[in-house]
């Protein structure tokens, strides 16, 4: 079964720092990746998503995540980031043939400080 | 024009009672989803619907059970509520199963 790992629970961070959330899964033939972000008290929200193509995928707010299937990473980052960052982050993966369920990691939680 | 909404965003209830929580979206997708992200945010898939056709039970208590009386709406209904329901639950919907999943708001479930 799919598995998705996300490396910290926490990474706190100086606001215009840059920042590298970490996310692995386990192997399949194919899969699709996804990063959500979760807002205090909101629902999920899509950055991005690696489905094929270029391994370097472009998001929202900044955000980009790099496909590495020899190490079955999805690593997400952003070169500088603002207090309204500040969120929970999920890694996501999908198996086409498994109706298209999402497997959460645990979720980062970003904490951006002044 | 809210894509995914959901009724109610608060419910507490009593245990034992029975509850339903209402799911509606106006992006005319075919598939939509419910998960369950517990007290330490973790989200778990519980069910999906094609179509009005379920497609994934993740080995829920049977005292859940979705409901979907057009593609528009997933409906889920909880019997008997136990203090381990307490959690948000969150109804999704996308086009097809590789595109992107959007999702509601949520509903704090709890259960006293």
């Known amino acids: 079964a799919q598995s998705v790992t996300q490396l910290d629970s926490q990474v706190p961070v100086f606001e215009e720092a840059p920042v590298e959330l970490r996310c692995n899964y386990s192997?399949?033939?194919?899969?699709?990746l996804f990063w959500y972000v979760q807002y205090p008290n909101q629902g999920l929200q899509l950055l991005l998503k690696?489905?094929?193509?270029?391994?370097l995928v472009k998001g929202i707010n900044g955000f980009e995540a790099e496909f590495n299937k020899s190490q079955t990473s999805f690593h997400l980052r952003k070169p500088s980031v603002h207090i309204s960052d500040t969120a929970e982050y999920f890694c996501?993966?999908?198996?086409?043939?498994?109706?298209?369920?999402?497997?959460f990691g645990q979720g980062t939680e970003l904490s951006v400080k002044p | 024009d809210t894509a995914v909404s959901q009724t109610p965003k608060y419910l507490v209830t009593q245990m034992g009672n029975d509850k339903s929580i209402k799911c509606e979206q106006n992006?005319?997708?075919?598939?939509m989803y419910w998960y369950k992200q517990d007290s330490k945010k973790f989200l778990k898939i519980m069910f999906s619907?094609?179509?009005?056709?379920?497609?994934i039970n993740e080995t829920v208590p049977n005292r859940f059970s979705p409901k979907s009386p057009d593609k528009a709406h997933l409906n889920l209904h909880i019997n008997s509520l136990e203090l381990g329901d307490s959690a948000v639950y969150f109804c999704?919907?996308?086009?097809?199963?590789?595109?992107?999943?959007?999702f509601g708001p949520g509903t704090r479930l709890t259960v006293l």
């Open positions: 999704a919907s996308s086009q097809g199963f590789a595109d992107t999943q959007y």
């Open positions: 192997s399949s033939v194919s899969v699709y």
């Open positions: 690696y489905l094929s193509g270029s391994t």
């Open positions: 996501a993966v999908s198996d086409y043939n498994q109706g298209g369920k999402l497997i």
């Open positions: 992006l005319g997708h075919d598939t």
């Open positions: 619907y094609n179509n009005k056709e379920l497609i």
